[in-house]
């Protein structure tokens, strides 16, 4: 009995203490967000002298008070990789990743008629940024902000990752450095510069650095390949960008720690200290290298925002920056927006989502700033009216470069955006003989009603591949060799930035195709000028894509669908490569989103995505 009243007594303790816990929060909080305005137009965080950023260590039930928890440290690479599993960014039921894809047929590399053989998956950079809503004011322009910052640099082909006070917080070195007589700013610095470092480095950035520069870009090139021997900051992007490894950092952050109460600046901190020369012997300052300038990096530093746009409210932050984004896209493309729509006369039903998706990217972004240039550029041609991007419908892909050995050196042309939609052989047989009876039956088709005689009669083999390279490849080349320069177009890092590919049958995922791009698309936008299809030609599309969507490849329905396939074979090796191509990029981004989405910020409204839930 005397235990169990000691229990209960110590229970009673505990909530109490709990409860005080929570109090004491609740008014550090409140105390703080005094300072803070979300209607302020001031995006740098002010933090006042006389506001102490609370030591969550020092109070017991730390997990009640931080949060769900914390981003896990990148584990070491193994020494050996891992072996292929299904569902996975590297392989599938239906396509698997290998540096020998560029093939006419996957089979020939799989072994397997069914399975495609994809380019592989370029490894990711994590780039890095710090949000504390508890100093930053949580509210929902911050989260669009930190939307903005994630879809940028995806696009830029980076991991884009939020951290807080929980990852700084778990870092060892947390408890000594958080109990220096600091500046709150340089405190505030310091738990930046610790949740970073409890990442082992990488690339960091505020989550105002936003990348608006060519994809190809040298600068933008070296920070994907990942590798940064030194703690490096950048000209006169101090404080915005920073990149290191992870002894590097931990020097930084140890040297901090042993000179205690005499830093005023992070930056400053290892000047003349012998640390510096342990980790880098060519420096004798200190711990830093200074690195050129990152060109390609939009900064819109408080400064930037009072020069260039005076007034403008915290609101309208989010949507300056989408805009710079949309309109340096168009400027790249000044030959504005081809659409590949091979037989035209017999297909409008078919290309009718890309000609809309065509008008939501040439259109003129929304901008509270509509005639402003992003930071990093001096002069740029903005979007009006008279300067919008020509839409062109093309039958055939066009040479953009000499041919070798029956390959285009570059398929897409580099000043004009590529859209193409690729039909399934089966669905572009029912357009193109949509006033056959076979395919007006809600049944359609039936048992035995398309057959080799009827593909004889009504259709060529591998039409649309056909269609789309006569003006490409000489043509004599057999179809089987065109689907080559196709993939390429498709997959190729060095085309994949020119041209958006998807199925007719998936259709057009606006909120991927944004992360594609890096920027939102605009809503609402007029498709008058975009010439309805005929109802009649909508519904035998409608049957057709719901054939092939529904198809298991057993049953009568598996017999049509392999009587078509065989019959343009090239034709269906091109559909299942653009179709496992988007399944695993759709596949890349939603785990990443499911993963990220436990952290709560930058990724507001997004979910699985079309693609991610085949």
Same mark, same amino acid.
């Given at each position: ?76 690479? /193994? ?8 569902? &996975? ?18 089979? &020939? ?112 090139? !070296? ?20 990149? &290191? ?107 009718? /989502? ?41 039958? /055939? ?43 007006? /039956? ?27 390279? !006569? ?22 890092? !060095? ?120």
């Amino acid at each position: 009995m005397q235990n169990l009243k000691s229990l209960a007594l110590a229970s009673s303790t505990v909530n109490l203490r709990a409860i005080f816990i929570s109090v004491l929060v609740f008014f550090f909080i409140s105390s703080a967000a005094i300072f803070f305005s979300a209607e302020s137009t001031s995006f740098q965080p002010y933090i006042p002298e006389n506001v102490k950023i609370i030591d969550i260590h020092s109070l017991p039930g730390v997990d009640r008070v931080i949060g769900p928890g914390a981003h896990s440290p990148p584990k070491a690479p /193994s020494p050996a990789p891992p072996q292929a599993v299904a569902n &996975s960014t590297s392989s599938s039921d239906t396509w698997y990743s290998s540096w020998s894809w560029l093939n006419p047929f996957s089979s &020939s590399e799989s072994k397997d008629e069914n399975r495609v053989v994809l380019p592989i998956l370029p490894t990711r950079c994590t780039v890095y940024t710090y949000y504390d809503p508890k100093i930053e004011f949580d509210n929902s322009v911050n989260d669009t902000v930190l939307l903005v910052w994630r879809r940028a640099w995806w696009a830029q082909g980076f991991t884009p990752v939020i951290l807080g006070p929980e990852e700084a917080l778990r870092n060892d070195l947390s408890q000594k450095l958080l109990h220096q007589k600091h500046s709150n700013r340089l405190r505030y610095e310091v738990m930046r510069f610790l949740a970073w470092d409890y990442m082992k480095g990488g690339i960091f950035t505020d989550y105002r650095t936003i990348p608006i520069g060519p994809h190809d870009d040298p600068s933008l090139a !070296s920070l994907r390949r990942c590798e940064f021997p030194y703690l490096s900051r950048y000209q006169n992007q101090q404080g915005y960008i920073y990149s &290191s490894s992870e002894a590097s950092l931990d020097a930084l952050l140890q040297t901090i720690t042993e000179q205690g109460d005499t830093v005023t600046s992070i930056e400053e901190a290892t000047k003349g200290d012998p640390v510096a020369k342990k980790v880098d012997p060519l420096t004798t300052k200190d711990l830093w290298r200074v690195e050129s300038e990152i060109r390609s990096l939009a900064i819109y530093t408080p400064t930037v925002i009072d020069e260039l746009y005076h007034n403008l409210t915290a609101a309208d932050f989010p949507n300056l920056i989408n805009a710079h984004l949309h309109n340096y896209f168009l400027e790249q493309f000044p030959g504005g927006i081809d659409i590949l729509e091979p037989l035209p006369q017999h297909t409008s039903a078919l290309y009718h /989502s890309t000609e809309v998706l065509a008008r939501k990217i040439s259109t003129c972004p929304d901008s509270p700033w509509p005639y402003s240039c992003p930071p990093n550029m001096k002069k740029c041609k903005p979007c009006t009216e008279t300067t919008t991007p020509k839409t062109s419908t093309i039958g /055939s892909l066009k040479q953009a470069s000499k041919t070798s050995k029956g390959v285009a050196a570059a398929v897409l042309p580099g000043d004009r955006l590529t859209l193409a939609s690729v039909p399934h052989p089966y669905t572009l047989v029912a357009v193109i003989n949509s006033d056959q009876s076979i395919f007006k /039956s809600k049944d359609a088709p039936a048992d035995n009603a398309i057959d080799d005689v009827f593909l004889q009669a009504y259709s060529k083999e591998n039409t649309w591949v056909k269609a789309v390279t !006569s003006m490409l490849l000489d043509s004599n080349l057999p179809a089987s060799n065109r689907s080559v320069s196709i993939k390429k177009a498709v997959a190729d890092p !060095s085309e994949i930035y020119r041209g958006l590919w998807t199925t007719t049958e998936i259709g057009w995922d606006v909120k991927e195709v944004e992360w594609q791009l890096g920027f939102s698309l605009p809503v609402g936008v007029s498709t008058a000028a975009d010439a309805a299809p005929k109802k009649e030609e909508l519904d035998v599309l409608e049957r057709a894509h719901g054939f092939v969507n529904r198809n298991s490849g057993k049953g009568k329905a598996g017999r049509v669908m392999g009587v078509v396939e065989a019959w343009s074979v090239v034709d269906t090796e091109v559909w299942r490569f653009v179709r496992a191509v988007g399944e695993r990029r759709g596949l890349e981004r939603g785990k990443w989103v499911e993963k990220e989405k436990k952290w709560g910020k930058g990724l507001a409204g997004e979910g699985k995505s079309g693609w991610w839930k085949t």
